[in-house]
Nanobody
Framework: QVQLVESGGGLVQAGDSLRLSCAAS????????VAWFRQAPGKEREFVSG????????SYADSVKSRFTISRDNAKNTLLLQMNSLKPLVTALYSC????????????????WGQGTQVTVSS
């Protein structure tokens, strides 16, 4: 069983950057696909970005392409999400999740989840 712990969220201003981290405190991220999802109040959880187990394939939601970058360091058992040029509309609880197969945008296809880290962007 894998236990995921996110960190790096916070309150920032529009245009700022944040880097989120997701660490496996128990178990390992390899050889799983890992992804970031977010959920804003009153909205459904949505796919943000995913990366395959070896880091050779990535996927992004259209709304974050060119501004967000996902990466992973398997030696450190860590997933990262660099978020630049932040806008208020990205305010949400960001969670990481893992699954043993290909990247999928469907939350219900992921097996393990972290508790999330809050990202709030003020205008």
């Amino acid at each position: 069983q894998v236990q995921l712990v996110e960190s790096g969220g916070g309150l920032v201003q529009a245009g700022d950057s944040l880097r989120l981290s997701c660490a496996a405190s128990r178990g390992t991220l390899t050889p799983h696909t890992v992804a970031w999802f977010r959920q804003a109040p009153g909205k459904e959880r949505e796919f943000v970005s995913g990366i395959n187990w070896c880091g050779t394939t990535t996927s992004y939601a259209d709304s974050v392409k060119s501004r967000f970058t996902i990466s992973r360091d398997n030696a450190k058992n860590t997933l990262l999400l660099q978020m630049n040029s932040l806008k208020p509309l990205v305010t949400a609880l960001y969670s990481c999740a893992s699954r043993p197969w290909r990247i999928s945008p469907a939350p219900n296809e992921y097996t393990y989840w972290g508790q999330g880290t809050q990202v709030t962007v003020s205008s």
